[in-house]
């Protein structure tokens, strides 16, 4: 392939980014007031306004053209094609196909995937409704009324977001836990106060191999078996969703429990899948689907609309733009909705996973940046911490600032509120403060030259940072879902671009492999084949046990 820098377009871009460089948002503003209008998109219920970047109308389309030259309509078309763009791993990526609501065929290998797809979806359902009704209960005979979602990575992140954020749509009378990490303490939380005859684990590994996981799983199942359930009650309360069938079944899952998953799926893509089955019981399969519905009216606008009108591409290049151009590091993400709290930590598994790669598809290293370093929190709580730096800081952070124009629940006018500092927060990225700003301030406020002209400096903001602002009604299940597609094509943008591949995550193996080994001696063993530094700490263990 070609390396990005090499394409003229790239070139073409970094002489754009000399000549414009000394423009601030600022001045973009003054010379045009229409950058509203002009730089903002709308599809699937979101609108977003990118008219507060350091970009013209010249800067978009040299954008454009880096996304033409690159072939990224090409790129797209593939992966609803269900081409092999995992090329490590010689698979499709077609989460699109999860939520899929048209009657297009998508096929791997000649065969088409959507029969499948649509039967897991009437199995989840009649799941859903057996759950709800009673007919499949806990052994005493009781209604299960808490699910506990057992999983991590992707089988935590994405799906925790979907419950999070749709809490005013759940099911009367349901509860809905989370474990995940290896820490004792998770699954210890998890099962405080819970009833074992009303509990429902759902046991969620792609893989059914992650260690997290099978840990957390057998934890709970000895949980189960403490409270006075016996192994054979254990298939009353355990079900699973696994391309895994043989590991799931030997832990004691009926075969008819265990909901599939295809390698077609990645894990950080997989909310869409039977890996949702926990929320599905929570929120309703209807309510479910309609998140569906959103991520494929998102889906059809990235496949079908323009380049210069399509969000998640225009995003991406965006994204692309500064981490290539201009030396940024990282991307905030600041949700103005406590509903979508986890929205930032469920994009740094999408993103970071997906994108933090130092070879091409080829293999060959990269000499550009890749993927971005993602943080990010809820607004307003962000504005007392680390909104500092964004503001007096010394680097270039981009942020998309996200926000529904309605609250989902309304409380006096704290939603007002909450707009005015979505605003004020992005009109002082905009627009800073000079120091003759600052400087007129301070004295008309009386205070002495001397100390006005020594304070002023620490006050001044300098503006000019860049930021997109997407907004919506109100947080429904199809708003969710386009948002979270939104992201994902936009990632894939950007991976497509950096041509390297989004959809494997190599990177994560080796530490695993080491953990693993290292276990093997903590208690006991020769600690020679280590370094120094983790022999010690090793014995440290050793000594405190
Ligand atoms: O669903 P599984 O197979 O347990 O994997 C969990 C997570 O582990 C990873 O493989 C590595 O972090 C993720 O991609 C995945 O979401």
């Not at 733009?321 to 103005?336: H, I, M, P, R, T």
Request: with cysteine; aromatic share 8%.
């Amino acid at each position: 392939m070609t390396a990005p820098t090499e394409l003229n377009a790239w070139k073409a871009l970094q002489n754009h980014k000399s000549a414009i460089e000394s423009t601030d948002l600022r001045a973009l503003f003054q010379q045009d007031n229409t950058r509203h209008d002009k730089f903002s998109l709308e599809a699937a219920g979101l609108h977003i306004d990118f008219s507060r970047h350091r970009a013209t109308q010249d800067t978009f389309q040299r954008l454009l053209d880096l996304a033409r030259e690159a072939n990224l309509e090409a790129g797209i078309q593939a992966m609803f094609n269900g081409e092999p763009i995992n090329n490590t791993e010689r698979r499709p990526a077609l989460h699109v196909a999860l939520r899929n609501r048209s009657d297009a065929a998508i096929k791997v290998d000649g065969k088409d995937v959507m029969p499948t797809v649509r039967d897991t979806l009437k199995r989840m359902r009649s799941f859903v409704k057996a759950v709800h009704r009673g007919d499949f209960k806990g052994h005493t005979g009781k209604k299960l009324r808490t699910i506990v979602n057992i999983g991590i990575g992707g089988s935590f992140l994405g799906p925790k977001v979907v419950s999070d954020a749709l809490r005013p749509y759940w099911q009367d009378g349901y509860d809905l836990r989370y474990v995940a990490n290896i820490d004792g303490t998770d699954i210890t939380t998890a099962c405080r106060d819970l009833d074992p005859e009303t509990t429902l684990f759902v046991v969620c590994s792609k893989s059914f191999g992650t260690l997290e996981t099978l840990k957390n799983a057998e934890a709970a199942r000895a949980w189960f078996l403490q409270q006075g359930g016996k192994q054979k009650d254990v298939k009353h309360h355990f079900v699973a969703v696994s391309t895994n069938i043989r590991a799931a079944t030997e832990f004691g899952i009926d075969e008819n429990n265990i909901y599939p998953m295809w390698d077609w799926v990645g894990g950080r893509y997989s909310l869409w899948s039977a890996i949702g089955l926990p929320q599905a019981i929570v929120l309703g399969m209807d309510t479910f689907e309609q998140l569906l519905d959103g991520a494929h009216a998102m889906d059809e606008h990235f496949r079908t609309a323009k380049l210069g009108e399509n969000l998640p591409v225009v995003m991406g290049l965006l994204g692309i733009w500064y981490q290539n151009f201009w030396g940024a590091e990282s991307q905030a993400v600041l949700v103005y909705d406590e509903s979508l709290k986890e929205f930032p930590a469920h994009l740094q598994q999408m993103d970071m996973e997906s994108n933090g790669k130092r070879v091409t598809r080829d293999g060959d290293p990269v000499n550009w940046q890749t993927g971005a370093v993602v943080w990010g929190g809820t607004g307003t709580n962000g504005q007392h911490a680390y909104h500092q730096l964004l503001h007096q800081g010394t680097r270039l952070i981009p942020a998309d600032f996200i926000m529904p124009l309605r609250s989902q629940n309304p409380v006096a006018d704290h939603h007002a509120w909450l707009f005015a500092n979505f605003l004020g927060q992005q009109q002082a990225m905009l627009e800073g403060k000079t120091e003759d700003e600052v400087l007129a301030e301070l004295l008309t406020q009386g205070m002495d030259e001397k100390q006005a002209r020594a304070l002023a400096p620490h006050k001044v903001i300098p503006g000019n940072q860049p930021h997109t602002a997407i907004t919506f009604d109100l947080l429904t299940p199809e708003v969710l879902g386009a948002l979270i597609a939104l992201y994902e094509h936009k990632v894939y943008v950007q991976g497509h671009i950096w041509g390297i591949n989004s959809f494997d995550q190599w990177g994560v193996e080796l530490g695993k492999v080491l953990g693993n080994a290292i276990h093997d001696v903590l208690h006991k063993g020769d600690l020679k084949p280590y370094d120094d530094s983790t022999a010690a700490l090793i014995r440290r263990y050793r000594n405190s046990q």
